[in-house]
């Protein structure tokens, strides 16, 4: 198993960052939260998890070790396959999923994309006890601001990567745009995410 790759990062896309690592770019999947910390040209280190089928393998990077230890036990649940808990865990950090599991928060677990009701509830009960109590430390993606004039750019990469359409990332974008403006210069991307998904949820 690839555990972290750590080297410069050479291109960035809409969910994925290319890190040259001994002269090999590896292209790493990544939550919005965790590329918008990321620069080309500078250095990067992201903790990683290799999912492995009979046509590809793929690389999954997040921001630290408590990240892709998540990431890896909402797998554990049936009907969780990487794409979902990467989309968990871009709408949500690392404590956030444990207390909405603890508590029993089916609203925290439907503002993902792909996650309904009744999905919530098999999801509280197969994985209430499997992800722990809350560490209390903020993962590093919570706190990582993206430049002022790209967080719509990467919002809007983020909510297509997510599947929704192209006008429904459009009308997002614009709905939270106040609330990233009030932000001053470096608006969280993170956090616009989460009010963008649930500004769409709303309006389904």
């Known amino acids: 198993m690839i555990a972290f790759v750590s080297g410069t990062v050479a291109a960035l896309a809409p969910g994925s960052v290319v890190v040259e690592v001994g ?14 910390g990321l620069r080309v040209g500078t250095a990067a280190r992201l903790a990683t998890s290799l999912v ?10 997040f921001a630290d070790d408590d990240e892709r230890q998540v990431f890896e036990l909402l797998q554990t649940a049936s009907g969780v ?5 990467q989309a968990m865990l871009a709408v949500h950090t690392p404590d956030a999923l444990r207390r909405a599991l603890s508590t029993g928060d089916e609203k925290a677990l439907t503002a993902v994309p792909g ?3 009744k999905g919530a509830q098999k999801l509280l009960l197969e994985l209430k ?7 209390g430390s903020p993962s590093a993606t919570a706190a990582v601001a993206a430049p002022a004039a790209g967080w719509r750019d990467q919002l809007h990469a983020a909510l297509i990567g997510l599947g929704y359409a192209a006008r429904e990332a459009d009308e997002a974008v614009s709905a939270v745009a106040p609330q990233a403006e009030a932000a001053g ?9 989460k009010a963008a998904l649930q500004t769409l949820n709303r309006a389904r």
């Open 23 to 36: 002269g090999v770019g590896m292209a790493v999947q990544c939550t919005p939260g965790t590329l918008a």
């Open 52 to 61: 492995v089928r009979e046509d590809s393998l793929t690389l999954y990077g």
């Open 81 to 85: 396959g990487p794409r979902l808990a």
């Open 115 to 117: 996650i309904g009701k």
């Open 129 to 135: 006890d499997r992800l722990g109590e809350p560490v």
């Open 185 to 193: 210069g470096t608006p969280p991307v993170g956090r616009l995410l």
